[in-house]
């Protein structure tokens, strides 16, 4: 079963104005989430990351917002750039343990048109 | 800035041939991570390991295996490469608890 959702597998924008990228997650234990930016031919590149005591991340143009109750999580990116466009990767983890294992979605294919 | 460096970029190889995929850290991270990522699949863990000769088994670890000799290297090893195992691979380290895992660029296997 999966636990971390990507249910939109793309989304395409306008250049300037705003991304907004989704994930939904089932597993109440994660308490650290990330997203990652991916090109093709290359590996994922993190992009930010938001712990549960938080409900928002900012770094420069992009945002994280967390929902605990709705286990929902959202990156929004503004002003989008065509060099944006890439598979965006949601990704989980349970940090109790010391685990360090990401659980991650299938992706989100952005397209950020000029 | 963290750097992970996969040894090949592409690698083309037959069936029944066994296959070493190597990676190196140099950030003096504990843990590393072994991930293929297919169409449709996102990216799926295989192996990783804490520590030095530590590793354990991710999510789908069948017919592959790894090693850990050295803090800084990670290798999978595919034991007799099979035609579904045609992937791209992707090596990760990260320093510690709720820190990012850091890719390298991935090596696109083709299994013939």
């Known amino acids: 079963d999966q636990q971390v959702k990507q249910n939109s597998p793309s989304l395409s924008v306008q250049e300037g104005r705003i991304s907004i990228l989704n994930c939904d997650y089932t597993?109440?234990?994660?308490?650290?989430f990330l997203w990652y930016k991916k090109y093709p031919a290359e590996g994922p590149t993190f992009l930010i990351s938001i712990s549960s005591i938080k409900d928002k991340n900012e770094d420069g143009r992009f945002t994280v917002f967390l929902n605990k109750s709705a286990k929902h999580l959202s990156l929004h990116i503004v002003p989008s750039q065509p060099g944006d466009s890439a598979v965006y990767f949601c990704a989980a983890s349970a940090g109790q343990g010391g685990s360090e294992k990401l659980v991650f979605g299938k992706g989100t294919k952005l397209t950020v048109n000029p | 800035d963290v750097k992970v460096t996969q040894s090949s970029r592409y690698l083309v190889k037959r069936t029944g041939e066994k296959v070493f995929l190597e990676c190196v850290q140099d950030m003096d991270h504990e843990n590393m991570f072994w991930y293929r990522q297919d169409p449709g699949l996102g990216l799926r863990l295989i192996y990783f390991s804490y520590d030095v000769k530590m590793k354990e088994k991710g999510d789908i670890p069948e017919g592959y295996s790894v090693s850990r000799e050295k803090k800084e290297r990670f290798s999978l090893i595919l034991e007799s490469a099979s035609t579904n195992q045609t992937s791209m691979y992707l090596c990760?380290?990260?320093?510690?608890?709720?820190?990012?895992?850091?890719f390298g660029d991935g090596t696109r296997l083709s299994i013939l």
């Open positions: 990760a380290s990260s320093g510690g608890q709720n820190q990012p895992q850091h």
């Open positions: 597993n109440s234990m994660f308490d650290y």
